[in-house]
């Protein structure tokens, strides 16, 4: 390959459905029907939603999405100062991939649970960890566990780390992800370095920086061509040769889904139409973020799965989180070699 140019928050919702669709409560508190403005609903009305009055709180808080740069501040002053370290690095670890964290030395850890005004990560393999440390002489943050928005969290939630990464004094981001193939030469195992996206959420009028704009973190209207730092992005390559994984490594384009479905065939078609070479459920947001308020950005997918883009009836076919998983554990020491490679380039240039 030749360079490149060009817990405070959620509360468990306690109720269960039983067989007749009516609601039973463990907690004892009664269920309430609410309209969608939180009122009793009235008999004429249909639109209720049985949930009770701590249930709809949990609900409204997870969807809570303004984080004034204050609160940010708040949290970034914690972690700073719990952890006694000024990080220059971020690392998001993806699906299967918080191994990435385990790498770092010194490490100072936070709960999610425990920090103030965090989210909590719902899904398996994302622990719902930030450890702070260092990682080839450079002091890194890295979120073992990401927030998707097919939790229920709103974008601006999802992405409200990557301002507090920047707060705590980071300049690189690094994200990663695992992804489904679409671009019929890549193989499972194989990496992809991002160097574009197609924010489909985008399309669909959603982005982390909808809402007011505080100038504090940045612009109103931010560019997003360039987003994908170009050097990291040639440093990442030099290092997979010198790994002997350069013919596994590929440079591509990434698009997010809201997920928490895999994609049918034709919106795999659709994708590959419009260029995208791996698809996911993540990143994008983060991405955007990160821009927002100027940090370098370096993302790679691991494909974890090939996406076909026939219609067939084989159940190899058929996207798995497990498989998912399984590809990503079988595939971490190669992408922690890589990002610890590319952070020490970075450390050897500071
Ligand atoms: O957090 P990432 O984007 O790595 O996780 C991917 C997308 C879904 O969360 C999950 C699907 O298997 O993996």
Do not use: W
Not at 73 to 84: T, Y
Not at 111 to 123: A, C, D, G, Q, R
Not at 240 to 254: C, L, P, R
Request: charged content about 20%.
């Amino acid at each position: 390959m030749t360079g490149y140019s060009s817990k405070n928050d959620v509360a468990t919702a306690n109720g269960k459905q039983n067989g007749s669709g009516n609601q039973t409560v463990e907690n004892g508190s009664k269920p309430t029907a609410f309209t969608p403005q939180g009122n009793h609903a009235s008999s004429e009305n249909n639109i209720q939603c049985s949930l009770t009055s701590d249930e709809f709180r949990a609900v409204n808080l997870m969807r809570q999405d303004m984080y004034p740069y204050e609160v940010i501040q708040e949290i970034a002053d914690f972690i700073v100062k719990g952890s006694g370290i000024r990080p220059k690095i971020g690392i998001i670890c993806g699906s299967g991939l918080g191994s990435l964290a385990d790498i770092i030395q010194n490490p100072k850890v936070f709960e999610y649970e425990k920090i103030p005004n965090f989210p909590v990560s719902t899904v398996e393999g994302h622990a719902g960890r930030l450890v702070v440390g260092t990682l080839e002489g450079a002091n890194v943050m890295a979120m073992q566990g990401r927030f998707h928005f097919y939790e229920g969290y709103p974008l601006a939630k999802c992405s409200m780390p990557v301002r507090v990464m920047k707060l705590c004094g980071v300049e690189y981001l690094f994200a990663t992800n695992a992804a489904g193939g679409i671009n019929p030469k890549y193989a499972v195992g194989d990496i992809m370095l991002m160097h574009d996206h197609v924010n489909m959420l985008g399309f669909a009028g959603n982005s982390p920086l909808q809402g007011p704009n505080d100038p504090r973190f940045g612009p109103r209207f931010p560019a997003l061509v360039n987003s994908y730092n170009k050097d990291l992005i040639n440093k990442a390559i030099e290092i997979s040769k010198t790994m002997g994984i350069e013919s596994s490594v590929h440079v591509g384009v990434y698009s997010c889904l809201g997920g928490p479905t895999y994609e049918t065939i034709a919106e795999l078609k659709a994708l590959r139409m419009m260029g995208v070479d791996a698809v996911g459920m993540s990143t994008v947001h983060e991405v955007i973020t990160a821009r927002h308020c100027d940090m370098k950005v370096f993302a790679f997918s691991l494909i974890t799965n090939k996406c076909s883009t026939e219609y067939s009836d084989k159940k190899d076919d058929e996207a798995s989180h497990d498989e998912v998983m399984a590809v990503a554990k079988n595939r971490q020491k190669t992408c922690c070699e890589l990002v610890s490679r590319l952070v020490a380039e970075i450390q050897k240039t500071a």
